[in-house]
């Protein structure tokens, strides 16, 4: 009957992967076998004489110290090994975090100190970095939208200043194609900024362990002064 429902009462209890079903697994086998076990040697050394009522009394009662503290000393020891390793992995994903957090910070102030604008997004279309000297080349901020709204937000346009950015010409797009686009020139004009902005974009795909994209990232820097 138990059986029928592993999930709930004391079969859950022994069947749990917590440390609460570990010394129920250990514990119980020995708790049911040495009573019937001890009981049996007294029953058959009274039948054929072997000692008398008082000293198997005796012995029944030392010999159940003697095993119950043996295997809650081996279940201890089981339980301190598995504490160890759990504690040891909890240092490990620890450092791990913290070598993480410091990449990511140290990225960070990468992009952020870089004087090139770095523009990341998903397969999706949804911005993923968006530096500070992006927005200072642009004269705008990041927002969300897919690549042609991104164009039309920042005003892009051909080198003439007059014809619009072709949208499957823009290096975005093309990098999250899996193509790479290097050195394009683009002309940035909107509201923000007094004067339109030349830059130089080029854009590469970034690929999943399998090799398809996942991502692209562009780079363009300011070149108005060259003009």
């Given at each position: ?78 339980l301190n090994r598995t504490d160890a ?120 795909p970034i690929r999943d362990p399998n ?17």
């Open positions: 009957v138990l059986l029928t429902r592993p999930d709930r009462g004391l079969i859950s209890v022994v069947g749990s992967p917590n440390v609460g079903g570990l010394i129920a697994r250990r514990l119980l086998p020995t708790a049911i076998a040495l009573p019937i076990a001890l009981g049996v040697v007294k029953l058959l050394a009274r039948r054929t004489g072997l000692f008398n009522e008082a000293f198997g009394v005796s012995a029944h009662a030392v010999v159940t110290v003697v095993v119950l503290s043996a295997v809650t000393l081996w279940i201890a020891e089981r390793r759990r504690r040891t992995a909890e240092e490990a994903q620890a450092r791990s975090q913290q070598e993480l957090l410091e990449q990511s910070t140290l990225l960070r102030s990468i992009l952020d100190s870089v004087p090139n604008g770095v523009v990341v997004t998903n397969e999706h279309g949804k911005l993923l970095v968006f530096n500070p000297a992006a927005e200072a080349i642009v004269g705008r901020g990041p927002i969300d939208g897919d690549s042609e709204q991104w164009i039309e937000y920042h005003g892009a346009f051909l080198p003439d200043g007059v014809t619009p950015f072709p949208m499957d010409a823009q290096p975005m797009v093309l990098a999250l194609e899996g193509c790479s686009v290097n050195d394009a020139e683009m002309v940035i004009r909107n509201e923000r900024l007094g004067h339109d902005i030349h830059i130089r974009i080029s854009g590469r090799g398809a994209p996942f991502a692209g990232v562009v780079t363009f820097s300011d070149i108005t002064e060259s003009k």
